[in-house]
């Protein structure tokens, strides 16, 4: 059932990861991580990593399913990640992409939380064309549209959320615009986001989310990571999130820091 061929928390390939003791009640939730090996630079296998570990630690069970080109879609699916890559990632990915597009709009029509990092975002847009010119259609489950450009967008970043302030770390050629009505993310508060001019970054609609924020932007955002969780578990069990306690105190302090130090 389960895909574990690149190790997460160091689990034995092809097992899920276990509950807590004790914690077994609370039902799984199936998170697919679309082309771990593709599409996950600067550390977004962080976030698929962060997101299995609050599951277990909220008392769910989670089952981390890696989406490969070429292979079955997973039957049950209540939370999808996607992360960045390179343009020639994305050109890789496509004809995968095309081939699952229905399943994925679906999905995110009945309210599956998704995050779409960087170049996943890109091709959860309209429209990537790329710095040379190539253009590669995305699933318009997010009504953007993105150009590469000669210039790429570097650094630190602090938006504010509909979660909070959001830090994290953009590193992106590609400028992408929202249509018109397309709700963004976040407003920038520090760093350049969708194109460096408009002051939106991301974009949201429903519980798909997408963004440039690599870092990995989930340990470091913890209620962005439980929005995600909150809505998944919603998905998996027909009840409300029932959340454990966490201790998070030590990324509250750090992500604290973190925009004092940008905004000051
Ligand atoms: N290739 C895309 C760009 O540079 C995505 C980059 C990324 O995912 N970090 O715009």
Redesign the pocket.
């Known amino acids: 059932m389960t895909q574990l061929d690149v190790p997460i928390l160091g689990e034995p390939a092809g097992s899920a990861l276990p509950a807590d003791a004790g914690h077994e009640g609370k039902g799984e939730i199936h998170l697919v991580h679309l082309y771990p090996r593709e599409m996950s630079?600067?550390g977004d296998l962080g976030n698929t990593r962060c997101l299995a570990a609050r599951i277990r630690r909220h008392g769910y069970v989670p089952v981390v399913h890696q989406h490969h080109p070429g292979q079955p879609f997973p039957e049950q699916a209540h939370l999808v990640v996607g992360g960045?890559?390179?343009?020639s990632g994305?050109s890789t990915v496509e004809d995968d992409l095309a081939r699952i597009a229905d399943r994925l709009r679906g999905l995110a029509a009945d309210g599956t939380p998704m995050l779409m990092?960087?170049?996943m975002y890109?091709l959860f847009g309209n429209t990537f064309v790329t710095v040379d010119g190539r253009s590669l259609p995305g699933l318009g489950i997010l009504d953007v549209t993105?150009r590469?450009n000669a210039q790429?967008m570097i650094g630190p970043v602090v938006l504010a959320t509909d979660h909070g302030d959001v830090v994290g770390y953009e590193?992106?050629?590609?400028s992408t615009v929202l249509g018109a009505g397309q709700a963004p993310f976040g407003r920038v508060r520090h760093g350049m986001g969708n194109n460096g001019t408009d002051g939106t970054e991301g974009a949201v609609a429903g519980h798909v989310i997408g963004s440039y924020l690599?870092g990995p932007v989930l340990p470091a955002n913890p209620r962005l990571a439980d929005a995600l969780i909150g809505w998944a578990a919603e998905q998996a069990t027909g009840r409300d999130f029932e959340p454990g306690q966490l201790d998070d105190e030590v990324a509250r302090q750090a992500q604290t820091r973190q925009v004092q130090r940008l905004l000051r």
């Open positions: 630079i600067y960045g890559g390179q343009d994305q990092i960087c170049g890109q993105t590469g790429r590193n992106h050629s590609g690599h």
